[in-house]
């Protein structure tokens, strides 16, 4: 099931500066995408989500773009912080009962 | 801040035991979902539970997997006889509402079958 992809498995970014994490997805029928930042041992923990009528959500350091027509998200994180090192994963929802389909996660880390 | 709990936080069993993973939703929370995490793969999604039965269930999903609301707390999920590929981080996860409620989910429990 290849219908969410993240294909950059790692990224390494200087405190400080911008983290971009990008996410591709095929499923034409996804209106809900979501960010989920996971520590090890620990479960997914909820950052940003942006509706498909939207192609820009901010809180606060984060950003999400939703560009509709590539099928393709970006999560900004500006400026990085060593504690904002974890993995990354990108989610989308359709229209069925909530179900969350998942990338494969990106692992970024943030050196001081 | 309230939060999904789930319990155990690992559990080991023998091939072809029956085991029960539990969660505490959160309280308000109308919708529960199980997913699982297999090393070094994607989080997968497993069923979703709306008003005391399966709204959707995944291919993995088959007869060896049963859910259950027993009491107003609790969501559980049961694998009756259990299998090597079995092996994984399960994780519970409950939302508000449908179509643009996040998901919140626990911190999950490590399945080892040995």
């Known amino acids: 099931d290849q219908q969410v992809k993240q294909n950059s498995p790692s990224l390494s970014v200087q405190e400080g500066r911008i983290s971009i994490l990008n996410c591709d997805y095929t499923?034409?029928?996804?209106?809900?995408f979501l960010w989920y930042k996971k520590y090890p041992a620990e479960g997914p923990t909820f950052l940003i989500s942006i509706s498909s009528i939207k192609d820009k959500n901010e809180d606060g350091r984060f950003t999400v773009f939703l560009n509709k027509s590539a099928k393709h998200l970006s999560l900004h994180i500006v400026p990085s912080q060593p504690g904002d090192s974890a993995v990354y994963f990108c989610?989308?929802?359709?229209?069925?009962?909530?179900?969350?389909?998942f990338g494969q996660g990106t692992i970024l880390t943030v050196h001081p | 801040e309230p939060e999904v709990t789930q319990t155990p936080s690992h559990q080991v069993t023998q091939m072809g035991q029956e085991v029960i993973l539990r969660c505490v939703p959160i309280s308000n929370h109308l919708y529960f979902y199980w997913y699982r995490q297999i090393l070094g793969q994607k989080v997968e999604f497993l069923v979703s539970?709306?008003?005391?039965?399966?709204?959707?269930k995944s291919e993995i999903f088959d007869d060896q997997f049963s859910v259950e609301r027993p009491d107003g707390s609790n969501f559980t999920l049961k694998i009756r006889s259990t299998k090597l590929e079995d092996s994984a981080m399960y994780f519970c996860a409950s939302s508000e509402a449908l179509g643009g409620g996040e998901q919140f989910f626990g911190p999950g429990t490590r399945l080892t079958v040995l």
């Open positions: 989610a989308a929802s359709g229209t069925s009962y909530g179900k969350l389909t």
């Open positions: 539970f709306y008003n005391n039965e399966i709204s959707e």
């Open positions: 499923n034409s029928m996804f209106d809900y």
